[in-house]
């Protein structure tokens, strides 16, 4: 038997290598990866039943809307409430079958990131709450807006009310 750095004849009668071929044979040939076969098909399905998806996508924006509303309770570094929002919803997540229920629960992931590395900077760096956080400030504002109850007039509203009062007087 011939050893691994034997001499093979190629085509032209040159002699080669057999590792120099293996070498050459690995730099040619394209990698193939393995993908797991279970996730493929499994998981999408476009006739998932509607009371399910809503179940699910309800559930989706529930844990959303919490993450913004405790913002501030998950900032802290002893509270738990992040932790236990990301498990529920991987829990929520095994039930997607779609993809317009994936965004949802990416828009998720999304956020509970954006609360993570919010803290873990609170957390480096010493900050207790200290301060204003923006972020906050303009999901509420979003939230006041969007809920428009006892909103105050802009100043447009308010130049626009002095032009008729004045008007009126003349």
């Known amino acids: 038997m011939k050893s691994r750095n034997a001499l093979i ?10 590792a120099d071929q293996e070498f050459r044979n690995s730099q040619t040939s394209r ?13 999408y399905d476009p006739d998932q039943n509607i009371e399910e998806r809503r179940k699910v996508r309800k ?4 844990l959303n809307r919490i993450l913004v509303e405790r913002r501030n309770e ?9 932790e236990d929002t990301i498990t529920q919803a991987n829990t929520l997540s095994r039930q ?14 999304v956020t509970a990131a ?6 873990t900077i ?30 105050a007039p802009t100043q447009g509203q308010k130049n626009q009310g002095l032009n008729s009062e004045i008007g009126a007087e003349v």
């Not at 990698?31 to 998981?43: C, K, L, P, Q």
């Not at 998950?74 to 992040?82: A, E, K």
């Not at 993809?99 to 949802?104: G, K, N, V, Y």
């Not at 609170?122 to 909103?151: H, P």
């Open 74 to 82: 998950y900032l802290n570094p002893s509270s738990t409430g992040l």
């Open 122 to 151: 609170a957390i480096i760096s010493g900050e207790t709450g200290q301060g204003m956080d923006l972020d906050d400030f303009i999901n509420k504002c979003k939230a006041y807006i969007r809920l428009g109850e006892g909103s």
């Open 31 to 43: 990698r193939r990866s393995i993908e797991n076969e279970n996730n493929s098909d499994e998981n």
């Open 9 to 18: 004849s190629g085509d032209r009668g040159s002699k080669i290598n057999i």
């Open 114 to 119: 954006d609360i993570t590395y919010k803290r």
């Open 59 to 62: 559930g989706l924006r529930d």
């Open 96 to 109: 997607v079958k779609q993809t317009s229920d994936a965004t949802i629960d990416s828009n998720l992931l």
